[in-house]
């Protein structure tokens, strides 16, 4: 018979066996879990250490040819550097993509199949897609921006660093700078205003394209409406509007080697619509503004016959009268029969049918607006023509009912320009004036503020943002070239001239000190050609008093497309005003028009500007940065006018670039980079040096 084996020789019980084993067991779980949390924790710093300490604090995420697009993970910014890293373009702040409390990572490229994309997403906020275009002959490289929100309340904003660059373009300002970087604007719709009615706000010209010193420019989508604010000195910010459509926010951002070239090759990618000359006959003559408060046609007629006398008696030339909208009002409802009925010493053979008005050179006032207390309103309502004003759907019947606006005191509607109907209408009635008063000049005001967006309306996409502008602009070309508007956005390549914002009767920012940072923003952003605000200043309305600023303002006008007039110079009661606008008027046709019209030619062909600032002539110097009481016609006249009370003389910066400058006076001859301090310029003089090579 087989032995039994034991199973259990130990003298210990088999039940002391498993508690002993069970007790094992559990100390070991509590090493292996201790272990397991030192584990974590030593990885949980070990992730945070490589995220804070060990990663990187930037990351290429594309590379051009001689530029590179970084993410700074720490300033959660976008950076355009050279590939050496020695010179920094821009530096664009995307605002922790709309939320303050996402902590930003180290960014990966979603497109990583294409070189010249970067893709990301960040989670709830919003997509972002950058696209590299290089173009090798000009020697620039672009980024293509576009930042897509992906929910309605998101609200996109990048903000572009002021931090030693100087940044220019955008929209005139009341008190304009040059360059932008002393402006604080508050976040608000970027569109034309009136500024006189609004003086915080955007006024004319305006143009989504901003040019920064480094050789950089920013070039805002068109069509997409966005916000704008100025922080002085820090940076300027574009911002999405919050909407149900998810509206993006895109820009191209373009680097080259220096601000010039930057400038040229973004005014080629922007000439696709041939430039066009104005009337350039214009510019010998100069605009006397017609003041006067009378009540009636006939007294209007009078006090035109006594001011046209006036000018010829004080020999200021042939020039044109220009009367406001109230005054073109009364001559356009004076009778035919009266104004046929007077003669001016002619035989009644040549002057039976020729009104006295039309002797004058004259330009009238008109505006897209119509009182609705007028005949002409209340007949378009009658023939059921309300769709010839902006208007709006009844709610019940769905009937049209012209929106109501103020303009000039008066209740008002205002033209409906997507109608072109009502724009044959307005033209016929422009062709009437025309043959009923024989002018030739005509100023289209009104065109500034979004009626509809203002009282918050629906507004139609024809009509959005400053659309209203560019149609009243397409209205103003079928009228001639000969046409002034008072606003202008996307329009610089049309036949029309373009009015300065009026500004103050003094030496401040917002008077004379801002002539010439006005006239070269104009410049820099397309428009050439346009009317100065007048002699002294013409904002408040009054007559201009001070005879030393008169002089001075009289001095920059000279050289600028057109003199303007709102003080008549007859009004000091002495000679040497007098004397001085004949000699400044004289010397305006003989040697500027001419520059002007030289360099038009120039403008037509390249989108060069006429006026130049300093850093044209020598892009790379810091000192023609911030420039801002000079400015250059062409390549080859400086002109440093005398902008402060009681000066005499002035410093003067003439720019290098291997030539020399001469005083056109003195003819004393400076090289090019020669700072000239204290250079005397006497009350009734202007500094002007002439390229010499």
Not at 155 to 165: A, G, P, Q, Y
Request: aromatic share 10%; net charge negative.
């Amino acid at each position: 018979m087989p032995h039994a084996r034991n199973r259990n020789p130990s003298p210990i019980p088999e039940v002391t066996w498993d508690t002993g084993l069970k007790e094992m067991n559990e100390t070991w779980k509590g090493a292996i879990a201790c272990l397991g949390v030192a584990v974590f924790f030593v990885m949980t710093i070990g992730i945070i250490y490589w995220q804070v300490v060990d990663q990187p604090n930037k990351n290429w995420i594309l590379r051009g040819t001689f530029s590179g697009l970084i993410w700074e993970r720490r300033t959660h910014s976008l950076v355009i550097q050279t590939l050496t890293e020695d010179r920094t373009y821009v530096e664009i702040d995307v605002g922790n993509v709309g939320n303050p409390d996402i902590e930003v990572p180290f960014v990966r490229n979603l497109c990583w199949l294409n070189k010249t994309e970067f893709c990301y997403t960040w989670d709830l906020v919003a997509e972002v897609k950058i696209s590299l275009e290089v173009n090798e002959d000009a020697e620039t490289e672009c980024y293509s921006m576009a930042w897509t929100p992906v929910n309605c309340h998101v609200e996109l904003k990048d903000c572009f660093s002021m931090v030693n660059v100087s940044w220019y373009g955008g929209a005139s300002v009341q008190g304009q700078t040059w360059p932008i970087n002393d402006q604080n604007i508050t976040m608000q719709p970027y569109v034309v205003s009136d500024l006189k009615d609004t003086p915080s706000g955007y006024g004319s010209p305006l143009e989504r394209y901003f040019l920064g010193s480094s050789g950089v420019t920013v070039l805002v989508s068109p069509d997409i409406p966005i916000q704008l604010g100025v922080d002085s000195k820090q940076q300027f910010c574009l911002k999405s509007l919050p909407t149900m459509e998810h509206l993006p926010l895109q820009y191209t951002v373009c680097v080259a080697h220096n601000v010039k070239a930057a400038h040229l090759e973004t005014v080629q990618q922007l000439s696709e619509l041939r430039r066009e000359l104005p009337n350039m006959k214009t510019l010998w003559l100069p605009f006397w503004e017609f003041l006067t408060n009378v009540d009636t046609g006939p007294k209007v007629e009078k006090e035109l016959r006594t001011f046209s006398n006036r000018l010829r008696r004080h020999q200021l030339g042939e020039g044109v009268i220009s009367l406001n909208e109230h005054s073109t009002t009364l001559l356009s409802e004076m009778d035919h029969d009266y104004l046929n009925s007077r003669k001016r010493g002619m035989s009644k053979r040549l002057t039976r049918d020729l009104p006295l008005v039309k002797l004058l050179n004259i330009s009238i006032t008109l505006s897209p607006f119509l009182g609705v207390d007028t005949m002409q309103f209340h007949t378009s309502l009658t023939n059921g023509k309300e769709d010839y004003w902006l208007s709006l759907p009844s709610a019940t019947q769905g009937k049209l009912i012209p929106v109501m606006t103020q303009w000039q005191g008066k209740f008002c509607v205002k033209l409906n320009l997507t109608n072109p109907a009502a724009v044959r209408w307005f033209l016929d009635r422009v062709e009437s004036l025309q043959a009923h008063l024989g002018m030739e000049y005509i100023v289209l005001e009104g065109g500034e503020a979004n009626l509809l967006e203002e009282q918050a309306l629906r507004t139609p996409l024809a009509l959005s943002g400053d659309k209203y502008i560019e149609l009243l602009a397409d209205m103003a070309t079928r009228i001639g070239d000969s046409t002034i508007m008072t606003a202008g956005t996307r329009s610089s390549h049309k036949p029309l001239f373009v009015k300065m914002t009026p500004m103050q009767s003094d030496w401040s920012p917002m008077g004379l000190r801002a002539i010439i940072p006005s006239l070269l923003h104009h410049a820099l952003v397309g428009y050439n050609f346009l009317i100065p605000d007048a002699v002294g200043g013409s904002l408040s309305g009054d007559v201009v008093a001070d005879k030393e600023l008169y002089i001075r303002w009289l001095e920059i006008a000279a050289f600028l497309p057109v003199i303007s007039f709102h003080t008549p110079p007859w009004v000091f009661g002495e000679d040497q005003v007098l004397n001085l606008t004949r000699i400044y008027i004289t010397k305006h046709q003989r040697d500027v028009v001419p520059l002007i019209e030289k360099y038009a030619e120039e403008w037509q062909l390249t989108g060069n500007p006429i006026y130049r600032p300093m850093w044209w002539l020598s892009p790379s110097d810091p000192m023609t940065f911030t420039t801002d009481d000079q400015f250059l016609i062409g390549d080859e006249v400086l002109v440093a006018p005398i902008v402060e009370k009681g000066a005499i003389q002035r410093d003067i910066y003439l720019p290098d670039g291997g030539f020399q400058w001469q005083d056109s006076q003195s003819e004393q001859v400076f090289d090019g980079g020669t700072f000239l301090q204290d250079y005397p310029v006497p009350l009734e003089e202007v500094a002007v040096f002439l390229r010499r090579s």
